[in-house]
Nanobody, 114 residues
Framework: QVQPVESGGGFAQAGGSLRLSCRVSGIIFSINAMSWFRQAPGKQRELVATISSGGSTTYADSVKGRFTISRDNTKNTVYLQMNTLKPEDTAVYYC????????WGRGTQVTVSS
């Protein structure tokens, strides 16, 4: 199985923005609900946001109103626009199908300084 490929992470100051991308292959992308997850040091991986095949979205309470998940089925890519970043958003971010059916990729590191 081919892992998702995440990109777009980096350093940001509190209040700043980053946009993450994740390209997924090996599945019929358009019919799969897709999710972003994150894992901070010493913590378990947690669900951040999900987008259904039809475009409906749900978010963790901690990111609601600040993050936006979207998808481009022509590019087999899911995005995460992150605004008003906080130091507690610092983590490695991963994408996967909503049921976590793909092997985990390498993720992309997001570091937010105060």
């Amino acid at each position: 199985q081919v892992q998702p490929v995440e990109s777009g992470g980096g350093f940001a100051q509190a209040g700043g923005s980053l946009r993450l991308s994740c390209r997924v292959s090996g599945i019929i992308f358009s019919i799969n609900a897709m999710s972003w997850f994150r894992q901070a040091p010493g913590k378990q991986r947690e669900l951040v946001a999900t987008i259904s095949s039809g475009g409906s979205t749900t978010y963790a309470d901690s990111v609601k109103g600040r993050f936006t998940i979207s998808r481009d089925n022509t590019k087999n890519t899911v995005y995460l626009q992150m605004n008003t970043l906080k130091p507690e958003d610092t983590a490695v971010y991963y994408c996967n199908t909503a049921v976590r059916s793909k092997p985990w990729g390498r993720g992309t590191q997001v570091t937010v300084s105060s």
